[in-house]
């Protein structure tokens, strides 16, 4: 289990492949960098469909938590410059013909990137910023209560055509008014999960069912044995139909 520590700040990761995939075939990528002023951290989502999807969420997490960015003007030398990249990497590969035809659509993959700041010497409370293209959410909770949630989507919006960042920057005019940012202060106890869309979906109707469900999930991420524990509840309420089956991602971060 990927594990982090800061100095004040503690992030452990969960992640799971489909039920019946290999865990080669997760599309899912994750990325957590502990920096002097606090960290940063991102979860992205390659499309299913998509050819390779899983390193180019690889790709867009890393380059966020090297160097963050927050508007379209932002990315869009960024994802160019990866789109190449990725274009590059998976040509040279020899490939059937209906996997060459997949190349030339390229990849494409949602995007939740966070950014939390340490409280400053004299103060009590810290900042954090999220950027959101897709349906990957931020849940900033303290005690029982969900403060805020980024992007704010009920669970019949999950998975409904989300937005994404693709390896063919010209495909990108969902983003055409930039993608939404949300800020927030936090202080020490508050919690932030961090998850891709069908564990999202699930905090979100645990948190608006009242019964504290997620507080289940959070418990896991304490466990000596969190991977063996989050893939038995993970399979379970896939079983029950609770849960989606589909590769699932969270980071949680607390003091």
Same mark, same amino acid.
């Given at each position: 289990m990927p594990e982090g520590r800061h100095h004040l700040l503690n992030t452990t990761i969960l992640k799971l492949e489909k039920d019946g995939n290999l865990s080669s075939q997760y599309e899912d990528a994750v990325a957590v960098r502990h920096i002097e002023t606090g960290l940063r951290l991102a979860v992205a989502d390659g499309v299913t469909d998509a050819i390779f999807a899983g390193a180019w969420a690889q790709m867009i997490v890393g380059r966020f938590v090297l160097r963050p960015f927050w508007t379209r003007a932002g990315m869009a030398y960024p994802m160019r410059a990866l789109g190449a990249q990725w274009r590059q990497k998976h040509a040279q590969m020899e490939l059937p013909w209906y996997a060459a035809r997949r190349m030339e659509q390229g990849a494409a993959a949602t995007l939740i990137g966070v950014r939390i700041s340490l409280p400053r010497p004299s103060g009590a409370t810290g900042t954090w910023r999220a950027i959101s293209i897709g349906d990957a959410c931020l849940f900033h909770l303290q005690g029982s209560n969900l403060l805020q949630m980024h992007p704010e989507l009920k669970p019949a919006e999950f998975g409904n055509?989300?937005?994404?960042?693709?390896?063919?920057?010209?495909?990108?005019?969902?983003?055409?008014?930039?993608?939404?940012?949300? @800020?927030?202060?936090?202080?020490?106890?508050?919690?932030?999960?961090?998850?891709?869309?069908?564990?999202?979906?699930?905090?979100?109707?645990?948190?608006?069912?009242?019964?504290? @469900?997620?507080?289940?999930?959070?418990?896991? +991420?304490?466990?000596?044995?969190? @991977? +063996? +524990?989050?893939?038995?509840?993970?399979?379970q309420e896939q079983g029950n139909g609770n849960l989606k089956n589909d590769d699932l991602t969270m980071v949680v971060c607390m003091k």
């Open positions: 055509n989300p937005a994404l960042i693709y390896t063919d920057v010209s495909r990108n005019q969902r983003l055409a008014h930039g993608p939404a940012v949300k @800020e927030g202060s936090w202080q020490w106890g508050d919690i932030f999960m961090v998850a891709s869309d069908a564990l999202a979906r699930w905090i979100r109707l645990s948190i608006d069912g009242g019964q504290g @469900e997620w507080r289940d999930l959070l418990a896991l +991420a304490g466990k000596p044995d969190r @991977e +063996a +524990a989050f893939r038995s509840w993970a399979r």
